[in-house]
C-alpha cells in the first residue's frame, strides 16, 4: 500500500495514503486485527460506526476482510431527528445499505426504531450502551472538528450522558451539502441524536478515517491545536489505541 507519511502525536498514530482507496484499504485491515484481536479475547467484538461519504472506501473493503461477523455487535453514532425513516439520508439507512445487511451481524442496534420519539430513542440506546459497551469505535471528522454531531459549541469532553440530542451549527449542515446528501442546506435536519464526547472517549480503540480536500483543515488541527472543544476531534490524541488514516488530500497539511 502507497502509504506517504506515518508518524505519532501524542498518544495518536497517523497515516497519510496517497488516495482514498488506499487509506480505505489500510484501515479496514487494522479494524479487521483489531475486532479479531477482541472476539479472540472475549468471543464477541461490539462496534460503532461512523455514517459519511467519508467512510465509503472504508465501510467496503472492511466487509472483505476475513472477520466472524456472527460474533460482531453494531451501533452508529448519530442519525437525524425529523427525517423520514425511509429516507436515505438517515444514518441507519446508510449504514444499511453499506455495511449492516451486507453481513451476518450477531446484531445491529438502531438508534432510532419506527414509531419511537427522539428523547425516547436517547433513553433506549443509551441503556443499551450500558448494558453492552462497544469495544471499538470507527469515527470520521467533520469540516468544524466535530465527532459524531458533537460540534464545537455543543461538545463536552466530560459529558454526563452517553447519548443526547443537539443542536446541528451551520458548518455542519453545510458540510451535509458539500458531501452531497441533501440538496440544500434547508433540506439538512437542524437536530440530531448523537453519541456523546464522554460516550466515544471511553471506547477502548478508536480507528478514525478522513479524506478528502474539504477535510484538510480539520485533519490539520485535530494534530496540531490544543486539546479543546474548540476542535472536539483534538481529544483523540490524548485517548490510547487512537490512530487516524487520512489521504494525501486530506493530509497535505501534514506532509
Not at 467496503?60 to 442519525?79: C, F, G, I, P, T
Amino acid at each position: 500500500m502507497s502509504m506517504v507519511k506515518e508518524f505519532q502525536t501524542e498518544n495518536m498514530k497517523v497515516y497519510v495514503y496517497e488516495n482514498r482507496p488506499e487509506m480505505g484499504k489500510a484501515a479496514a485491515k487494522d479494524a479487521a486485527q483489531r475486532m479479531n484481536k477482541i472476539i479472540l479475547k472475549k468471543g464477541k467484538a461490539t462496534a460503532v460506526f461512523a455514517a459519511a461519504p467519508s467512510q465509503n472506501e472504508f465501510l467496503e473493503e472492511l466487509s472483505r476482510q476475513d472477520v466472524d461477523w456472527s460474533k460482531v455487535n453494531a451501533y452508529h453514532m448519530d442519525e437525524y431527528v425529523g427525517l423520514d425513516m425511509n429516507a436515505p439520508q438517515r444514518f441507519g439507512n446508510f449504514l444499511k445499505e453499506a455495511i449492516f445487511e451486507k453481513l451476518p451481524f450477531q446484531s445491529v442496534h438502531y438508534i432510532q426504531k419506527p414509531g419511537v420519539d427522539a428523547e425516547t430513542a436517547v433513553k433506549e440506546y443509551e441503556a443499551l450502551l450500558r448494558k453492552n459497551p462497544p469495544d471499538l469505535v470507527f469515527l470520521g471528522i467533520g469540516e468544524n472538528g466535530h465527532l459524531a454531531f458533537n460540534d464545537p459549541g455543543t461538545a463536552d469532553f466530560n459529558d454526563p450522558s452517553l447519548v443526547k440530542i443537539v443542536a446541528l451549527d451551520q458548518t455542519c449542515r453545510n458540510q451535509q451539502v458539500n458531501d452531497g446528501c441533501f440538496q440544500t442546506i434547508n433540506d439538512v435536519p437542524k437536530t440530531a441524536i448523537t453519541l456523546t464526547m464522554s460516550m466515544l472517549i471511553s471506547i477502548p480503540e478508536k480507528v478514525t478515517i478522513v479524506p478528502g480536500k474539504t477535510k484538510t483543515n480539520a485533519v490539520y488541527k485535530t494534530v496540531h491545536d490544543p486539546v479543546t472543544t474548540a476542535c472536539p476531534a483534538t481529544i483523540l490524541r490524548n485517548c490510547t489505541n487512537s490512530v487516524l488514516y487520512t489521504d494525501r488530500d486530506a493530509g497535505e497539511d501534514l506532509l
